[in-house]
């Protein structure tokens, strides 16, 4: 029988690094919702002395989530530990994940601490996060640059203390797989109490190598990978969840472990991480690029047609490529709507919120001939969007945009509670009702990222768009979709204008 492969997700914490990638609670908990739905094991869900923002995220996950564990980061610190013990209270099952560096660069120019100091603050924080809760994890930071003898020392005395998951962070990305995977099997190997913990890693992607690294520490007895979605994180990112996840699965001939995610919520897990944070997913990105599953060349397609194994190692609807099928019309009924969305996992709590996606579903099908999967999933994700906007919402716009002539806009806002006007005209459509929607608001922002993507094919699909917002070091990224992308934009930045107007303590969790 094979082991089970825990997977740590921390797209969440570590994926939220990223500069530009910031998410609020809601979004966060969107998307550990997806993460639950996916089966991810442990789900870190931020760093809850970080700031405010980061506390009550990590709380409301683990109120919200019941299947999946939910870890909150500590440093090797009372305050820390403590505090995150208080944001994991709610969950049904909580982990403290507290860390501190063990690396000789870390410890003389960082820390400003001696080896012997090191060590008797890890084992006091281990000690700490044990009065919290059973499930703590611990972290020796950049142990990828850190001495064997000394990681040894340090990682018996926490497993003494009782830490019952030890990670292995390659912080900076500076291992290659062969020496990445020799430390874990002279770790495992060397440690006296090592069978008491499960060990896990943690790789950063600086050469290219977090997901070769992960899966060499697997094959030399970790049995935890820390990853994103989409490989977002710190710099580089970290090793994407898809590529290990599926490296597994399709190399059970090599592995001698599997994991127990449902692999088909893959491609809409990345699909929302990426229109959150307006990262976008490269076409030719493993598993989850528009381009994994394409066969271009005459002589790929050739062989697809005879024999599908002939060119593909695995199956596009095993990692949730749908067929996209076209399910609903013009004419289909509130049954038929409601069945579909549940059918994707989306239910409504009253019988108003679904009478409101419907009303936007007949909308929608007045504009657009054929409604496939992912239009429902966008009018949900925008009707949930337009709730959360609390001060400012889109009432009307108008754009007139015409060859030879400078674009103007027109638009009214409801601004709590109060309608007003503003015209602008702008270098484009798109520009225009920015600036007539600044004559109302006059933010002070600046915009850092504009992005389209268009939702399904053809020119009636709807644009998501993205918009980045920064102020005062604050970055906010909101969404909007529309079949008018110049509506959507206008949604889009009406949303991030929100997120910073609301903005509470929302400080970059990085140390
Ligand atoms: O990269 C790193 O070392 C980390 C630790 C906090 C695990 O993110
Ligand atoms: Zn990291």
Same mark, same amino acid.
């Given at each position: 029988?094979?082991?089970?492969?825990?997977?740590?997700?921390?797209?969440?914490?570590?994926?939220?690094?990223?500069?530009?990638?910031?998410?609020?609670?809601?979004?966060?908990?969107?998307?550990?919702?997806? +993460?639950?739905?996916? $089966?991810?094991?442990?789900?870190?869900?931020?760093?809850?002395?970080? @700031?405010?923002?980061?506390? /009550?995220?990590?709380?409301?996950?683990?109120?919200?989530?019941?299947?999946?564990?939910?870890?909150?980061?500590?440093?090797?610190?009372?305050?820390?530990?403590?505090?995150?013990?208080?944001?994991?209270?709610?969950?049904?099952?909580?982990?403290? =994940?507290?860390?501190?560096?063990?690396?000789? *660069?870390?410890?003389?120019?960082?820390?400003?601490?001696?080896?012997?100091?090191?060590?008797?603050?890890?084992?006091?924080?281990?000690?700490? &996060?044990?009065?919290?809760?059973?499930?703590?994890?611990?972290?020796?930071?950049?142990?990828?640059? @850190?001495?064997?003898?000394?990681?040894?020392?340090?990682?018996?005395?926490?497993?003494?203390?009782?830490?019952?998951?030890?990670?292995?962070?390659?912080?900076?990305?500076?291992?290659?797989?062969?020496?990445?995977?020799?430390?874990?099997?002279?770790?495992?190997?060397?440690?006296?109490?090592?069978?008491?913990?499960?060990?896990?890693?943690?790789? =950063?992607?600086?050469?290219?190598? #977090?997901?070769?690294?992960?899966?060499?520490?697997?094959?030399?007895?970790?049995?935890?990978?820390?990853?994103?979605?989409?490989?977002?994180?710190? $710099?580089?990112?970290?090793?994407?969840?898809?590529?290990?996840?599926?490296?597994?699965?399709?190399?059970?001939?090599?592995?001698?472990? /599997?994991? @127990?995610?449902?692999?088909?919520?893959?491609?809409?897990?990345?699909?929302?991480?990426?229109?959150?944070?307006?990262?976008?997913?490269?076409?030719?990105?493993?598993?989850?690029?528009?381009?994994?599953?394409? =066969?271009?060349?005459?002589?790929?397609?050739?062989?697809?047609?005879?024999?599908?194994?002939?060119?593909? *190692?695995?199956?596009? /609807?095993?990692?949730?490529?749908?067929?996209?099928?076209?399910?609903?019309?013009?004419?289909?009924?509130?049954?038929?709507?409601?069945?579909?969305?549940?059918?994707?996992?989306?239910?409504?709590? #009253?019988?108003?919120?679904?009478?409101?996606?419907?009303?936007?579903?007949?909308?929608? &099908?007045?504009?657009?001939?054929?409604?496939?999967?992912?239009? +429902?999933?966008?009018?949900?994700?925008?009707?949930?969007?337009?709730?959360?906007? /609390? =001060?400012?919402?889109?009432? &009307?716009?108008?754009?007139?945009?015409?060859?030879?002539?400078?674009?103007?806009?027109?638009?009214?806002?409801?601004?709590?509670?109060?309608?007003?006007?503003?015209?602008?005209?702008?270098?484009?459509?798109?520009?225009?009702?920015?600036?007539?929607?600044?004559?109302?608001?006059?933010?002070?922002?600046?915009?850092?990222?504009?992005?389209?993507?268009?939702?399904? @094919?053809?020119?009636?699909?709807?644009?998501?768009?993205?918009?980045?917002?920064?102020?005062?070091?604050?970055?906010?990224?909101?969404?909007?979709?529309?079949?008018?992308?110049?509506? %959507?934009? &206008?949604?889009?930045? *009406?949303?991030?204008?929100?997120? *910073?107007? #609301?903005?509470?303590?929302? %400080?970059?969790?990085?140390?």
């Amino acid at each position: 029988m094979s082991d089970k492969l825990i997977i740590f997700d921390t797209t969440l914490r570590d994926g939220e690094q990223s500069p530009g990638a910031s998410m609020t609670k809601e979004e966060k908990i969107r998307i550990a919702k997806a +993460l639950e739905k996916m $089966r991810v094991d442990v789900i870190e869900a931020g760093f809850p002395i970080a @700031s405010q923002g980061d506390f /009550e995220a990590v709380q409301a996950v683990a109120n919200t989530v019941k299947d999946s564990t939910v870890c909150g980061l500590a440093r090797a610190l009372d305050k820390d530990i403590d505090r995150a013990g208080e944001a994991l209270k709610g969950a049904n099952s909580g982990r403290i =994940h507290t860390f501190i560096a063990t690396s000789p *660069i870390h410890m003389e120019m960082k820390l400003r601490m001696s080896p012997d100091q090191v060590v008797e603050q890890a084992v006091k924080a281990v000690t700490r &996060a044990r009065q919290h809760t059973d499930n703590v994890e611990f972290s020796p930071e950049d142990a990828g640059r @850190s001495e064997l003898d000394f990681l040894c020392r340090v990682i018996e005395a926490v497993i003494d203390a009782g830490a019952r998951t030890i990670n292995i962070p390659d912080t900076v990305g500076y291992n290659v797989p062969e020496q990445f995977g020799g430390l874990i099997r002279n770790l495992i190997g060397k440690i006296p109490n090592s069978d008491k913990a499960v060990f896990s890693v943690h790789c =950063h992607n600086d050469l290219g190598l #977090a997901v070769a690294n992960s899966l060499s520490a697997v094959m030399n007895g970790a049995r935890q990978v820390e990853c994103t979605i989409n490989g977002l994180g710190e $710099r580089a990112g970290n090793a994407s969840l898809e590529e290990v996840v599926m490296a597994v699965r399709t190399r059970q001939d090599i592995f001698s472990c /599997e994991t @127990s995610l449902d692999t088909t919520q893959i491609v809409p897990c990345s699909r929302l991480v990426s229109s959150i944070t307006g990262f976008p997913v490269q076409p030719n990105k493993a598993i989850v690029g528009a381009n994994a599953f394409a =066969h271009e060349s005459g002589i790929h397609q050739d062989g697809v047609l005879k024999s599908r194994e002939t060119y593909e *190692i695995m199956r596009a /609807e095993d990692v949730g490529w749908s067929a996209n099928r076209m399910v609903l019309g013009k004419h289909s009924g509130r049954n038929a709507f409601r069945t579909r969305l549940q059918e994707l996992g989306i239910t409504f709590e #009253a019988e108003e919120e679904l009478n409101a996606a419907f009303a936007r579903f007949k909308d929608l &099908a007045d504009k657009k001939h054929e409604i496939y999967d992912d239009d +429902l999933q966008a009018l949900v994700t925008d009707a949930n969007i337009e709730a959360e906007n /609390e =001060h400012v919402n889109l009432v &009307a716009l108008k754009v007139c945009s015409e060859t030879g002539e400078t674009p103007d806009a027109s638009v009214t806002l409801r601004v709590d509670g109060e309608e007003k006007q503003g015209h602008s005209k702008g270098g484009g459509p798109v520009d225009a009702a920015f600036k007539a929607i600044e004559t109302i608001i006059n933010s002070g922002t600046d915009l850092q990222l504009y992005s389209v993507n268009n939702i399904t @094919s053809g020119t009636d699909s709807q644009g998501e768009v993205t918009v980045r917002l920064e102020k005062d070091g604050r970055i906010v990224n909101g969404q909007g979709s529309d079949t008018d992308i110049v509506i %959507a934009s &206008a949604k889009a930045y *009406i949303n991030a204008l929100n997120k *910073i107007i #609301a903005a509470a303590d929302r %400080a970059h969790p990085q140390l």
